[in-house]
């Protein structure tokens, strides 16, 4: 078991060695998450387990643990947000294998036989974001969620306004009276 998070990892040899990786790797350098968020303050606790299955796939678990500054979205305000995710991937040599894997697995196309571990990493925190994200509605800054309509006032739309169906029921009426 690692502690210390290399930058590259050699994933084939991992598997091949049954290493699992575990440790922090700060938010920081992430620059593609970095668009998602208000500050990359904080770290992704990262566990990482690398092997071979009997089919012999050399497969990637993990979960990965943090909490990233989202902007609300009525507000536009920072919220912390929680994020777990899991991670299965079934290290492959082109897409075409990685259609024939297992479904247990997600296909990793290797080009290269080293992989950049904070890109891995920011690609699952990537998927795992959240669609929207707000604060709790009694913690949310936003006025309008407390804000009472006032009973005296009618809404602008309410307004006497002529009905267009009123020529219609006439005309009904003036052919009833014919019959």
Request: charged letters at 30%; aromatic letters at 4%; one cysteine or more.
């Amino acid at each position: 078991m690692s502690t210390r998070l290399q930058e590259y990892i050699k994933p084939l040899s991992l598997c091949d060695r049954g290493e699992h990786l575990q440790g922090l790797m700060p938010l920081t350098g992430m620059d593609r998450l970095a668009g998602s968020l208000c500050h990359q303050n904080g770290e992704v606790e990262i566990d990482l387990a690398f092997d071979i299955d009997p089919q012999d796939t050399k497969f990637l678990r993990g979960h990965l643990k943090t909490e990233l500054a989202l902007e609300c979205q009525r507000c536009m305000k920072a919220v912390e947000t929680p994020i777990e995710t899991d991670i299965s991937l079934g290290f492959v040599d082109s897409e075409a294998v990685g259609q024939q894997l297992s479904s247990e697995y997600e296909p990793y196309v290797l080009t290269t036989p080293t992989v950049v571990l904070r890109e891995l990493v920011e690609d699952e925190l990537i998927l795992a974001l959240p669609i929207v994200a707000f604060h709790p509605e009694d913690e949310c800054e936003v006025a309008v969620l407390q804000h009472e309509p006032d009973e005296d006032i009618p809404p602008a739309d309410e307004e006497k306004k002529p009905n267009p169906f009123t020529a219609l029921a006439g005309l009904k009426k003036a052919k009833s009276d014919d019959d």
